[in-house]
């Protein structure tokens, strides 16, 4: 069965650098998210992204960050100047569609800001 | 704006005991509620949506506009049902979800 994957795995970074998470969506899927779970928080939501643009985005997801699909394959989240408090797990998810339909996510990075 | 709220972050039960995880909700529209399972070291994975109305691996969980409310219930848990169960809400028409904090749920033997 298809799944999402993400790569690095754990990411630790220092305060001030720029991370790059990247994200291998379902094949077929059309549309992509990234999450977030700070430790002992809820997941929340950043952005969902859709036809090479940004469909909808929450308040968390500032100017320090920004989405990109390169290439056929893979979806990335750029956060260009980090800080400690973006200390979290990041999540992953695709959908073949929007609305109604299904979101798959990956396994997730961790990243530790330093 | 939307919210989801699960007030209990750790349920323990015995194995073959009954189940009830709480999910609320508060959201002026008309949302679709979902139910999220994360099993120790996997992924987020969907237990079961609102409007398939099924049951996936003994759960069920309706949707009660009234009490703007979305439990879990299984009548007999088992070891395997261990995990963290996530509670998430979507607004009609929307992509976000919205997720509860979770519960951890143990069943003991």
Redesign the interface.
Known sequence: EPEVTQTPSHQVTQMGQEVILRCVPISNHLYFYWYRQILGQKVEFLVSFYNNEISEKSEIFDDQFSVERPDGSNFTLKIRSTKLEDSAMYFCASSESGGADTQYFGPGTRLTVL | AQRVTQPEKLLSVFKGAPVELKCNYSYSGSP?LFW?VQYSR?????LL?H?SRESIKGFTADLNKGETSFHLKKPFAQEEDSAMY?C?LRPG??????????TQLKVEL
Do not use: P, S, V
């Open positions: 679709e999220y996997q992924r987020l994975q969907l949506r409007i996530y998430a028409g929307g992509n976000k979800l919205t997720f509860g904090t979770g």
